[in-house]
T-cell receptor
């Protein structure tokens, strides 16, 4: 069966520090991969998605970037964090064909001090 | 563009009460429809899905029927438990121009069940 792993689960970072969140998927090949952000008590905001290695689409201009160095690895990064980057970050995967559900990881709670 | 509208919460119920969370959508063609549940501090879990008109998705006592004529996918449960307290998201995956299998989510509805 397929599984998705995100780490770390919780992260506290100072303003201006760099960020790297990692997501890996097991048990499937050529998945679509996604990064979402969820502000406290709010809905989901799609940040990036990827349909293949090195292929990244950005949905919202921001202080963040994403990379996909391997088929089942998706990384969310920032060079200098802002207070507004605080939130709950979720990684998700889906099969390539449309009309299928996405499957989410457990999320990373990021607090910026 | 596509959109999903959910009733605003929080919805507060007593244990064993009947639950309905309304979801309506706007999309061309025949999208797939999903309900996700998010427990506190966790990611989203797929609760149920339906892929064509009149399909009924069901899981863990929850049900939702794909109503094309009313563009709705309301979530129901006959008897809620305290453990059902969570945020519920309705979502759709459109039929056209969706190479990335993008989902459109509703804003989420918080359910609180009191003993």
């Amino acid at each position: 069966s397929q599984t998705i792993h995100q780490w770390p689960a919780t992260l506290v970072q100072p303003v201006g520090s760099p960020l790297s969140l990692e997501c890996t998927v097991e048990g499937t090949s050529n998945p679509n991969l996604y990064w979402y952000r969820q502000a406290a008590g709010r809905g989901l905001q799609l940040l990036f998605y990827s349909v293949g290695i090195g292929q990244i689409s950005s949905e919202v201009p921001q202080n963040l970037s994403a990379s996909r160095p391997q088929d089942r690895q998706f990384i969310l990064s920032s060079k200098k964090l802002l207070l507004s980057d605080s939130g709950f970050y979720l990684c998700a995967w889906s099969v390539r064909k449309g009309r299928e559900p996405q499957h989410f990881g457990d999320g990373t709670r990021l607090s910026i001090l | 563009g596509d959109s999903v509208t959910q009733m605003e919460g929080p919805v507060t119920l007593s244990e064993e009460a009947f639950l309905t969370i309304n979801c309506t959508y706007t999309a061309t063609g025949y999208p797939s429809l999903f309900w996700y549940v998010q427990y506190p501090g966790e990611g989203l879990q797929l609760l149920l899905k339906a892929t064509k008109a009149d399909d009924k998705g069901s899981n863990k006592g929850f049900e939702a029927t794909y109503r094309k004529e009313t563009t709705s996918f309301h979530l129901e449960k006959g008897s809620v438990q305290v453990s059902d307290s969570a945020v519920y998201f309705c979502a759709l995956s459109p039929t056209a121009n969706n190479a990335g299998n993008m989902l459109t989510f509703g804003g989420g509805t918080r359910l609180m069940v009191k003993p």
